[in-house]
């Protein structure tokens, strides 16, 4: 059986690993599992601004009405605002189609379900043993054909949706956006506008090839220089879809999602908002982060790496609030996924009310010094299993012993090993990461 689903939906390099053939098919089986009762499935579609995106979402939609469904265009719209619209409008699925933070070569489609939660393990599996199998599903005629309308004005409900969040206007905060020319353009600088924030936009000007290119959550350095040339008090980069937020402080430092997860929770705690005083993270975390908890009186559990994984843990044990270093931030009583223009409006939200500067409140977690590096390989799986590699991973982390931590796995989106190290020096972590990429990449 292929393997379509990775740890956040089918991704690949548009019109070749991820055709209109496959988005095709994948908008007929969705359609017809999410309409077994009979019943037309109402689908949300949205997108963001890859060149490729218009293809696929003709792809799914064509998919989709020829298996009877009622389909909704939202536009361009980030991931969690198709998340957010599929539950407030009682449709039975949302698909988004980005590929997050990868260039713009590539594109990528997410499914929730009605609940507006990312699909199960399980949900997925029977997706891909339908693409694998002859297409005897049924193909409706006449009246019964799907049909297609647009739906643009969603953007402007989540958008609503999100300031009823806070409690606060944002007037005499000074705040820098940086876009990545994706999904968020043409809709964060309303929000903060709306908030009456005095913003500064860039990465807002996408022509279907400049998605991630430069700017955005993994680029932040143009972010850092506006913040430092206007003298504003936060900058808040997303990625290309919209669930991720890096920020950076008024002195142009950049605050990570460890960082930004720590402020939050030990708002949320001191509110008595924290279910549990619980924070769900991954293994991806900081140790700093996990001692800055500890010494909140907060504690930590952990979830596999994903997003989607992180929310399977707080449904499962009643947990309100967790998320990942890259940025990806999760509110459980106002999202059902990760949400970076909720997170930027929470944090700014902290900042108002505290009357703290973003540097005071990040600086009550010391960031341990970590290294992160990729390295491309053809099998993720064998690499993992070579014992000479194993070996040399467990001669490292017996090296670093409590000082330190090493951790190497595989992307579940693109062919690449992760190895990253944490310890007391920046140098420390580099001869480590070093040495870990050099025998993975002799032996690999």
């Known amino acids: 059986m292929g393997k379509y689903f990775g740890t956040d939906g089918v991704r690949g390099v548009a ?24 019943k037309k499935p109402k689908v949300l ?22 298996i009877g469904a009622e389909v909704m265009r939202l536009g361009v719209i980030s991931t969690p605002g198709v998340a957010y619209l599929t539950k407030v409008t ?12 990868n260039p713009y070569e590539d594109n990528g489609i997410k499914i929730f379900g009605p609940n507006g939660f990312k699909l199960t393990d399980e949900q997925e599996a029977e997706m891909e043993k339908l693409m694998d199998m002859e ?6 005629v006449g009246k019964d054909i799907g ?8 953007s402007q409900k989540y958008l609503s949706y999100l300031q009823e969040t806070v409690d606060n206007d944002f007037t005499d905060i000074h705040v820098g956006l940086d876009c990545a020319n994706g999904a968020t353009s043409s ?3 309303h929000l903060f506008a709306d908030l009456e924030a005095e913003i500064y936009t860039i990465g807002n000007n996408p022509n279907g090839t400049n998605i991630n290119d430069g700017v955005g959550s993994n680029h932040t350095e143009k972010l850092q220089a506006l913040v430092k040339e206007k003298e504003l008090d936060i900058g808040l980069a997303f990625d290309g879809d919209g669930d991720r937020l890096i920020a950076v402080d008024e002195k142009g430092n950049v605050v990570n999602g460890d960082q930004i997860m720590f402020i939050c929770a030990s708002y949320l705690h001191e509110k008595n908002q924290l279910h549990k ?3 769900v993270a991954t293994v991806m975390s900081n140790l700093g982060f996990y001692k800055a908890l500890e010494r909140s009186g907060i504690q930590a559990v952990t979830a596999d790496v994903g997003d989607r994984y992180v929310m399977e843990k707080m449904l499962e044990d009643g947990y309100n609030f967790g998320g990942e270093q890259s940025g990806h931030v999760i509110f459980l009583n106002n999202s059902t996924s990760g ?14 009310e505290t009357g703290k500067k973003l540097s005071e409140l990040a600086g009550k977690m010391t960031v341990y010094p970590q290294v992160l590096k990729n390295i491309t390989v053809n099998n993720k799986e064998r690499v993992l299993r070579n014992p000479k590699i194993l070996d040399e991973i467990d001669r490292v982390k017996a090296e670093l012993g409590q000082s330190g931590r090493v951790l190497v796995r595989p992307s579940g989106t693109e062919p690449l090993i992760r190895v990253m190290v944490e310890a007391e020096t920046e140098a420390d972590c580099e001869k480590y990461v070093n040495q870990l990429i050099d025998i993975i990449d002799r032996l690999a």
């Open 15 to 38: 019109n070749k690993s991820l055709t209109p053939e496959v988005a095709f098919k994948l908008g007929r089986i969705s359609g017809y599992i999410f309409s077994k009762d009979g």
């Open 45 to 66: 579609i949205g997108l963001d601004t890859r060149v490729s995106g218009p293809m696929f979402e003709g792809a799914l939609i064509a998919g989709l009405l020829s």
């Open 90 to 101: 009682n449709a039975e699925m949302g698909m988004m189609i980005s590929a997050s933070h």
């Open 135 to 140: 297409d005897t599903l049924p193909r409706p």
């Open 147 to 154: 049909v297609v309308n647009n739906y643009f004005e969603g």
């Open 187 to 189: 809709l964060a600088a």
């Open 277 to 279: 005083d619980t924070v």
């Open 339 to 352: 949400d970076g223009m909720l997170t930027a409006i929470q944090l700014v939200n902290i900042m108002k």
